[in-house]
């Protein structure tokens, strides 16, 4: 694996997770006030540009991610991919709203989503937190690092 994609699932997961406004009193990892541990729905990123040939980039942003957060954060996470189609003519909004409902009806406290575009070499990802209950962005970050 590229250095460049682990570098770049780090960053995104400690990126969301340290901008998190105190004001939610929560970050992923965390447990809610029973003591339950927090849920993480993870939405496969959006391929902004369209390029076929980019297909795979978004898949593999969220499973390094889903990855990260199982491991360096132990908390419990959901693969949305279930929620995404493969009609190109779903818009990015309506996924989001597709997976924040399931993610709401799955008890998932956290939702990261986010989006990709290739441009030459030129690899730039978004992504957001968004807190569940309140459909809230919480914290958003930009990433721009190549692709070799």
Not at 112 to 124: K, P
Not at 132 to 148: M, W
Request: aromatic share 6%; net charge negative.
């Amino acid at each position: 694996m590229n250095n460049y994609w682990i570098t770049c699932g780090y960053g995104l997961v400690a990126l969301l997770i340290s901008t998190t406004p105190a004001h939610s009193g929560q970050t992923p990892g965390d447990t809610d006030p029973q003591g339950a541990a927090q849920i993480v729905a993870v939405l496969p990123f959006v391929n902004i540009s369209g390029a076929e040939t980019d297909q795979w980039i978004g898949n593999g942003i969220a499973a390094t991610l889903e990855s990260d957060l199982r491991r360096q954060y132990g908390v419990a996470v959901l693969n949305l991919n279930a929620v995404t189609s493969d009609n190109d003519s779903e818009s990015e909004a309506v996924a989001d709203v597709s997976a924040l409902k399931i993610s709401y009806e799955l008890d998932a406290t956290w939702l990261i989503t986010g989006g990709y575009q290739l441009v030459g070499g030129n690899l730039r990802i978004t992504a957001r937190l968004v807190e569940v209950e309140t459909s809230s962005v919480v914290a958003a970050v930009k990433i721009d690092g190549r692709l070799d």
